[in-house]
Nanobody, 121 residues
Framework: VQLQASGGGLVQAGGSLNLSCAGS??????MGWFRQAPGKEREFVAV????????YYADSVKGRFTISRDNAKNTIYLQMNSLKPDDTAVYYC?????????????????WGQGTQVTVSS
């Protein structure tokens, strides 16, 4: 499995970005988004089941971010609205073969290279 994240950039507070994660061999994989800010540990952002019917979000992004996937294109997305300076981080997509959606980074088997999101105040 190979993952390639893209779509990051610099945006003003209140703005939006749509991250993409293109992969190969993602059939059956649960997919997640994580982020890591400077000096902080990597944290869970969102996860989506293989079918796309189950999604879970960190409380800090609930109502502002939306995770989705297009299995025909082997791509997942993270639509980020109402961005805040606290959302500034490197965002990573990840894949797991776990049977249930999980928020634990240690459960993920494959990681993308990360894409930088910077939100200015």
């Amino acid at each position: 499995v190979q993952l390639q994240a893209s779509g990051g950039g610099l945006v003003q507070a209140g703005g939006s970005l749509n991250l993409s994660c293109a992969g190969s061999g993602l059939s059956g994989y649960i997919m997640g988004w994580f982020r890591q800010a400077p000096g902080k540990e990597r944290e869970f952002v969102a996860v989506i089941s293989w079918s796309g019917t189950l999604t879970y979000y960190a409380d800090s992004v609930k109502g502002r971010f939306t995770i989705s996937r297009d299995n025909a294109k082997n791509t997942i997305y993270l639509q980020m609205n109402s961005l805040k300076p606290d959302d500034t981080a490197v965002y990573y997509c990840a894949a797991t073969r776990k049977s249930r959606t999980t928020q634990e980074s240690g459960d993920y088997d494959y990681w993308g290279q990360g894409t930088q999101v910077t939100v200015s105040s």
